[in-house]
């Protein structure tokens, strides 16, 4: 059950943080920029 409950706060965590980069143009253009730079 504990497993459980980890897993559900991980998940909204990362929801959360994804929406609050994504709601934000400059931000996301900078993830992206971050994201290539670690996939080149």
């Known amino acids: 059950m504990a497993e459980l409950i980890t897993f559900v706060m991980f ?3 990362t929801v959360a943080v994804f929406s609050w980069v994504f709601s934000n143009e ?4 900078k993830v992206n920029r971050m994201l290539n730079d670690l996939f080149e």
């Open 26 to 29: 400059r931000r996301k253009q």
């Open 11 to 13: 998940a909204v965590v």
